[in-house]
């Protein structure tokens, strides 16, 4: 079967990935209320094309943080890819590489960041989550700089694990021939099997749920690195994110597996970017699978969209392969929409190319009876 579209990798990891595993990529939190929202809202999301421009030449360059990337599509951070593909991360950064655009690499990932780095050259960010050992933290993120990552993710929804019943149910565990590679040397690699989820255990364990502002400013005096928050929903955080010093804003809902029924993040989006008043970018992560999608979050006052479970179907179906087809497409429908929208550049995206359910209704005349 030919694929046609991001979303159909995801019927070909279920038939090929364990359950377990597939679970693992695939549940959200509790009743996943927000996992299908972060979907459904895009659905709400109307356009309103011009026409009659010339679009025989369009340009979907970017810069993220004053790297130049070929497109507003990054690659989320995503943990243990080598349960979906035996290459894992190392075919999402040789994917990501060959496309122009930007990865990030998750704490938790399977391959380390230096094995990471050594696939070749590439603009790589690495997400950060907060243990209660700092000198674990220090140490992770002098490793990332030397590595060549050129920015840091910080995941600050995830004081606890949310609650993910899948993972519960299937005693979900990191498979034994894997590592954390990353905290391998730490005796930090390998997650205990569990009576319920092994990664909530592991959370609870070793994740520092002290974790505040403060430490946002404790993390500029460790690096050099520019910090991306990510996890934010409201405009309040957005500006407490600003004034510790934040290079950009992620607006992340963790894919739906934190706390259930808050809002889709596409949602939420406009909040955020009032609120950061363009002092810094900000980004959409969660639910993006169309380039019309992208679009949307554009025409919302988004720099650039992240986008995380494609990734990992697309891996476990086809390896790098696949990976490097999910971008092409998205590539390619972003392209189309933006012709048909008649925009020639990310800039010419503006507001008024899409409606929204909270827009104020446009007064139509009653009909006459």
Known sequence: MEITNVSEYEAIAK???PKMVFDYYASGAEDQWTLAENRNAFSRILFRPRILIDVSKIDMTTTV???KIS????IAPTAMQKMAHPEGEYATARAASAAGT??????????????????GPGIRFFQLYVYKDRHVVAQLVRRAERAGFKAIALTVDTPRLGRREADIKNRFTLPPYLTLKNFEGLDLGKMDKSNDSGLASYVAGQIDRSLSWKDVKWLQTITKLPILVKGVLTAEDARLAVQAGAAGIIVSNHGARQLDYVPATILALEEVVKAAQGRVPVFLDGGVRRGTDVFKALALGASGVFFGRPVLYSLAAEGEVGVRKVLQMLREEFELTMALSGCRSL???????????????????????
């Open 15 to 17: 038939q090929k990935l």
């Open 65 to 67: 943080l004053g790297f």
């Open 71 to 74: 497109m507003p599509i990054m």
């Open 102 to 119: 930007i990865m990030t690499l998750s704490s938790w990932a399977t391959s380390s960041v230096e094995e990471v780095a050594s696939t």
């Open 347 to 369: 800039n010419e995206i503006t507001r008024n190319h899409v409606v929204t359910d909270w827009d104020l209704p446009h007064p139509r005349p009653l009909p006459r009876l």
